[in-house]
């Protein structure tokens, strides 16, 4: 019995676009960026810890116990060179990668663009604008024969109003000759009454 016929057959995996495995790449590549540099700070620390080991020997009479710690510190130099190779390497990868990805982005942007302007260019006819022009053209010619028409309407209604504003007017200056009461003759006289103030009060009584 086919046990793999029990849960379907297995869908194949669509292939990735180039965009998402430069994705992809620049991801694991950072990983090993991140891992290369934990690598390298523990190959200097132990390298660092071997030569104080190094010394401590020396200083107190075993050469031959400093010669192999020696030895020891110059492996994980080498090591660190390895390290620092690869690392210069991928960091390098990354940055191509990094920029041939933002080109690509930049292409499809174009390629798109172009695309688009295309297919609006598809549905512009120039014979379609030119009677369009025409139309236009025309309704502004109608507008203002309209506006002409209710220009000559307007003055139709203003006929006679010169007239009619001269009459007025006339009547208007008959109306200012009418002589009006003299305000004189109301105005009543009052007598010229005297006041005095304290001071010449005091001085009156004074001289009294």
């Not at 694991?28 to 390298?47: H, S, T, V, Y």
């Not at 210069?88 to 990805?101: P, V, Y």
């Amino acid at each position: 019995m086919n046990i793999a016929g029990l849960f379907g057959k297995k869908k194949k995996e669509e292939p990735k676009s180039k965009q998402s495995k430069a994705i992809q790449s620049i991801g694991e590549l950072d990983k090993g960026i991140q891992d290369l540099e934990a690598q390298i700070d523990f190959n200097e620390k132990r390298a660092n810890a071997i030569q104080e080991e190094a010394k401590a020997k020396l200083k107190a009479g075993d050469k031959n116990g400093a010669k192999k710690l020696l030895v020891k510190r110059k492996r994980h130099l080498e090591q660190i060179k390895n390290y620092e190779g690869a690392l210069s390497m991928m960091e390098q990868q990354k940055m191509m990668l990094e920029s041939a990805d933002a080109m690509g982005k930049m292409y499809g942007t174009l390629s798109n663009a172009t695309s688009a302007l295309k297919d609006i260019q598809k549905d512009m006819d120039v014979e379609k604008l030119e009677k369009m022009r025409e139309d236009m053209e025309d309704i502004k010619d109608t507008q203002n024969e309209m506006k002409e028409f209710f220009a000559e309407y307007a003055n139709e209604d203003m006929e006679g109003i010169e007239d009619d504003l001269k009459e007025l007017e006339d009547e208007i200056d008959q109306d200012d000759k009418v002589e009006l009461p003299d305000a004189n003759k109301n105005k009543i006289h009052q007598p010229n009454v005297e006041v005095k103030n304290d001071d010449e009060k005091e001085l009156e009584g004074f001289l009294d």
